[in-house]
């Protein structure tokens, strides 16, 4: 057992345990897997190597992996009514990248979300494969509103004819309008993807629209609103198969793990379960909540509000605290938080004017409304008085109390 063979690793375990269990998570990328996937992510599928696809696979002894893949890709396909699902890619940057090189020539112009408002490394970093390989065409969000203007976006593409355009997001709280970001594809010949990491649960049972009808290609990780392992999948329409599975495997990895396959299995299965539309519905509805209530406390929301589950607060020129402080602030008083730009920021990446926070995390605790009401409380409390650590101290207990009553796992 661990616990004899390697203490160290073993009570680093349980301290980190003992951390989720007694802070709040708001940070918005992180969620808790149920008991069921975690103990297929650690099973005995580790062992096998699985090299090529269902049913055509190299190495020998695939009989009951072949099914498992299989039973993953179904479940997919049922939840996001896909054509097309490929379960293998080993993370989301890998996915994305398989995609890049299938679609696009090195040099070729890519129409995406600018770096500095909300788009994300993978799409755009001078020190990312994506920067250093392709054409990065930003489009923006409207200073005044801080949502996409897609006026804008169509002018955009109009003058730079981009052969792909990318709609993603990893900090905005509003809708996409898919038909529209379809109709500008459409006027010029690009290819539509759609990286739907941040609400993919959301758009599983629809409380959100699904751009799969709309769009060429989608990917998405499998953690997140997702509540699974830490994974990702590409979904496309049937006519892309076979030249995203030979993007994925040979072009950009080679051997899938199959444990965490089986456990994106076991997770899509519960996600098919009706529960799991109350939970996207109540995720929503926490974040309403929450940033109805830190607007109350005189916090200024960018976008002025949520239509999804993230908020992207203005720290800085709501209290003239900094991201960063802000989120040590909030550390103290276990609330786990991360700093942010927001739109147009004058202030640097690691010291930015933002915070932003999420609510699947403590939707997956069950937590309702009235608690969202308590964490903005907290929240504003932790910040007003960042300086003060007998204050702070006196300000964890509500937390602690909270995660008492509401464990992850029962």
């Not at 390697?6 to 992180?30: C, G, P, V, W, Y």
């Not at 696979?57 to 890709?73: H, N, P, S, V, W």
């Not at 804008?152 to 993603?168: D, R, S, V």
């Not at 933002?354 to 907290?378: C, D």
Request: glycine content about 2%.
């Amino acid at each position: 057992m661990l616990k004899e063979n390697d203490k160290a690793i073993f009570d680093l375990i349980n301290q980190e345990s003992h951390r989720q269990e007694t802070e709040i998570e708001l940070i918005a990328s992180e969620n808790y897997a149920s008991l069921d996937v975690m103990e297929a992510a650690w099973s005995i599928l580790t062992n096998k190597y699985s090299e090529w696809y269902p049913w055509k696979r190299y190495y020998a002894g695939q009989e009951f992996i072949d099914k498992i893949e299989q039973l993953a890709i179904d479940r997919a396909k049922e939840i996001f009514w896909a054509e097309y699902v490929n379960v293998q890619p080993l993370s989301w940057s890998p996915a994305n990248l398989a995609v890049y090189l299938w679609v696009l020539n090195p040099g070729d112009k890519v129409l995406w979300m600018s770096l500095d408002q909300w788009g994300h490394l993978s799409h755009g970093h001078p020190l990312n494969f994506s920067w250093l390989l392709y054409n990065i065409i930003p489009y923006f969000l409207d200073k005044e509103t801080g949502i996409i203007d897609m006026d804008e976006l169509e002018k955009i593409a109009i003058k730079e004819q981009p052969k792909m355009i990318l709609a993603w997001f990893s900090a905005y709280s509003r809708n996409l309008d898919w038909k529209r970001f379809r109709e500008i594809a459409d006027k010029v010949w690009a290819i539509l993807m759609a990286d739907i990491a941040h609400i993919a649960w959301l758009i599983a049972w629809w409380v959100l629209e699904n751009p799969i009808p709309y769009c060429d290609i989608v990917t998405t990780t499998t953690h997140k609103t997702l509540r699974w392992p830490r994974w990702a999948i590409i979904m496309s329409k049937e006519k892309y198969a076979s030249s995203i599975a030979r993007a994925v495997f040979p072009w950009v990895q080679w051997w899938p793990h199959e444990n965490l396959i089986a456990a994106k299995a076991v997770a899509f299965k519960e996600a098919l379960q009706p529960e799991f539309k109350i939970y996207a519905k109540q995720v929503i509805d926490n974040a309403k909540v929450m940033a109805s209530e830190l607007v109350k406390h005189w916090f200024s929301i960018v976008s002025g509000g949520t239509d999804n589950h993230l908020i992207l607060v203005d720290v800085f020129w709501s209290y003239w605290v900094t991201g960063k402080e802000a989120e040590i602030a909030l550390e103290k008083v276990w609330l786990s938080t991360n700093k942010n730009m927001i739109p147009y920021d004058t202030r640097k990446p690691l010291d930015p004017s933002g915070i932003r926070i999420w609510t699947p995390a403590v939707t997956t605790r069950w937590m309702k409304e009235k608690e969202m009401i308590i964490i903005a409380k907290v929240f504003k409390d932790a910040i007003v008085n960042k300086d003060n650590d007998e204050k702070l101290n006196l300000i964890k207990e509500e937390i602690l109390d909270l995660c008492k009553s509401f464990p992850i796992y029962k």
